[in-house]
């Protein structure tokens, strides 16, 4: 089946920029997607890529998608201490039948 | 827009007990809700997809007897974990779409359950 995988911590300096990386299996994923959870709390949708595209820019979002490698990587620029939550990336598999989710990272931000 | 909610937020039983989650889209029509479960410090697992006035597509070894599924309307689908026990505790999220296939799934904020 699908796999979806994500290095499971990342520490960065406040204001410091983010990058979260995700590696996928499903070369006919049609979208790919960026989900934070605050603890305790359900998924928030940050963005999300169609396949065809190579990044996307969103305020301090940028997604940047290697479609050969089948990587995705969000880059938060300013991280702040409201950025600390963990991020998941998702695949919509071909369809957008169902998502498969990455381990998920934890952000983790330093003074 | 597109808000889900999810109720009750946590839940406390007994086990043997059977537990219902209700999952709604506030201000739009879902077409397809799904239901995941994720365990303390892990990803979510998808249990089962339900469409609108059909029976739930259920992934593999998911217990379709010990979770049921029912999508009455468009704007509520409810999870009842059935004879509960302590194993089934979790945080149970849903999520909803509101066009078939669409690329958008909107998530609800959980539910915690616990059994004892």
């Known amino acids: 089946g699908e796999d979806v995988e994500q290095s499971l911590f990342l520490s960065v300096r406040e204001g410091d920029s983010s990058v979260i990386n995700c590696t996928y299996t499903?070369?006919?994923?049609?979208?790919l997607y960026w989900y934070k959870q605050e603890p305790g709390a359900g998924l928030q949708l940050l963005t999300y890529?169609?396949?065809?595209?190579d990044m996307k820019q969103d305020q301090r979002l940028t997604v940047l998608l290697n479609k050969k490698d089948k990587h995705l990587s969000l880059r938060i620029a300013d991280t702040q201490t409201g950025d600390s939550a963990i991020y998941f990336c998702?695949?919509?598999?071909?369809?957008?039948?169902?998502?498969?989710f990455g381990t998920g990272t934890r952000l983790t931000i330093i003074p | 827009g597109a808000v889900v909610s999810q109720h009750p937020s946590w839940v406390i039983c007994k086990s043997g007990t059977s537990v219902k989650i209700e999952c709604r889209s506030l201000?739009?029509?879902?077409?397809?809700m799904f239901w995941y479960r994720q365990f303390p410090k892990q990803s979510l697992m998808l249990m089962a997809t339900s469409n609108e006035g059909s029976k739930a597509t259920y992934e593999q070894g998911v217990e379709k007897d010990k979770f049921l599924i029912n999508h009455a309307s468009l704007t509520l689908s409810t999870l009842t974990v059935t004879s509960a026990h302590p194993e089934d505790s979790s945080f149970y999220i849903c999520?909803?779409?509101?066009?078939?296939?669409?690329?958008?799934?909107?998530f609800g904020p959980g539910t915690r359950l616990l059994v004892l």
């Open positions: 999520s909803a779409q509101d066009r078939p296939k669409g690329e958008t799934q909107y």
């Open positions: 201000d739009f029509q879902a077409t397809t």
């Open positions: 998702a695949d919509s598999g071909f369809g957008n039948e169902k998502l498969t």
């Open positions: 499903d070369s006919s994923s049609t979208y």
């Open positions: 890529i169609f396949s065809n595209m």
